[in-house]
């Protein structure tokens, strides 16, 4: 088993959806929880970043993370074009958790005008 | 964050030659890393990339394969050395926010292989 899963889609929604992106984990030390937006022919671009559980909002985007079910999801609301890319969550655990990072396959998004 | 500049952009090579990627960070930082994507997979760990010592490498990447210098706490390259086409993929460098417990990433090199 995996020790991040994510539904590598593609997903493609009309402009002005709300897009909800997941990923689970079999790790319950995980405890850093982080969505990475990765634009074609770029390197991913940290989004989103989350310690523990519960909801973490900035803008049109909310992480959301649930430990008791290891499942974290992203949401966009009133998706744009612009938000067409590849989106990746990762996690890492403990105090070393910066250097070693988990990633799931990434889940591929367009948004059509 | 830290601003990462990745060198070559992307880059067609022959079989048998080799690539150097080089990374430079504005800023110093303790720990960088080298990853490998490929089409359809997860982000995979090369190596850690230490500065004064050797570079750490992960179950399946060797040190002939893949060297890797780290001179000083802002510039690191990886080599990718007799290359074959299987070695087509996206080559990134990151650097840790320890306090953060995260990783920023480098632009990426794109490396096709004929």
């Known amino acids: 088993q995996k020790e991040v899963e994510q539904d590598p889609g593609p997903l493609s929604v009309p402009e002005g959806a709300i897009v909800s992106l997941n990923c689970t984990y079999s790790?319950?030390?995980?405890?850093?929880f982080m969505w990475y937006r990765q634009y074609s022919r770029k390197g991913p671009e940290l989004l989103m970043y989350?310690?523990?559980?519960g909801n973490k909002e900035d803008g049109r985007f909310t992480a959301q993370v649930d430990k008791s079910s290891k499942y974290i999801s992203l949401f966009i609301r009133d998706s744009q074009p612009s938000d067409s890319a590849t989106y990746l969550c990762?996690?890492?655990?403990?105090?070393?958790?910066?250097?070693?990072?988990?990633f799931g396959t990434g889940t591929r998004l367009t948004v059509i005008p | 964050s830290a601003v990462i500049s990745q060198k070559p952009s992307r880059d067609i090579c022959q079989r048998g030659t080799s690539l150097t990627i080089q990374c430079q960070v504005d800023?110093?930082?303790?720990?960088m890393f080298w990853y490998r994507q490929q089409p359809g997979q997860s982000l995979t760990l090369i190596a850690t990339?230490?500065?004064?010592?050797?570079?750490?490498?992960e179950s399946g990447f060797v040190i002939d394969k893949f060297p890797i210098s780290r001179p000083n706490l802002t510039f690191s390259t990886l080599t990718v050395s007799n290359l074959s086409p299987e070695d087509s993929s996206i080559y990134l460098c990151?650097?840790?926010?320890?306090?953060?417990?995260?990783?920023?990433f480098g632009a990426g090199t794109r490396l096709s292989v004929l």
């Open positions: 990151s650097v840790a926010d320890s306090f953060k417990n995260i990783q920023y």
């Open positions: 790790n319950s030390a995980f405890q850093y």
């Open positions: 989350t310690y523990s559980s």
């Open positions: 990762a996690m890492s655990a403990g105090q070393t958790g910066a250097n070693n990072l988990f």
């Open positions: 800023s110093q930082v303790t720990m």
């Open positions: 990339a230490n500065q004064g010592s050797e570079a750490t490498y």
